[in-house]
């Protein structure tokens, strides 16, 4: 069973940064794609970002230029540089990896971790 699990949220202030972890329990080489997720109370779910296997990433308009999505395979990690924050910012961000096993597609969460920006 794949576990996730995120570090490094917290409450930092208008126009600070941020770095998020996500560390997994298995090789994050096999994994399709994996990203990071956030939900603010009231709100759906939206996709932050995401990085392939191969490498390839995809950002929310919103963050783009501003966030950056990177992994590290050695380290079985993902991270999330978050730059120039802002109050829209503020939520719980969640990593996701989704891996296929031959004909089927699981999808995997961690429990997130709170990023707070005050202004």
């Known amino acids: 069973q794949v576990q996730l699990v995120e570090s490094g949220g917290g409450l930092v202030q208008v126009g600070g940064s941020l770095r998020l972890s996500c560390v997994s329990s298995?090789?994050?080489?096999?994994?399709?794609?994996m990203g990071w997720y956030r939900q603010a109370p009231d709100k759906q779910r939206e996709l932050v970002a995401s990085i392939t296997r191969a490498g390839r990433t995809q950002y929310a308009d919103s963050v783009k230029g501003r966030f950056t999505i990177s992994k590290d395979n050695a380290k079985n990690t993902v991270y999330l540089e978050m730059n120039n924050l802002n109050p829209e910012d503020t939520s719980g961000y969640l990593c996701?990896?989704?891996?296929?096993?031959?004909?089927?597609?699981?999808?995997?969460w961690g429990q997130g971790t709170q990023v707070t920006v005050s202004s």
């Open positions: 298995e090789n994050i080489f096999t994994y399709n794609v």
């Open positions: 996701h990896a989704r891996i296929n096993y031959g004909s089927a597609w699981n999808d995997y």
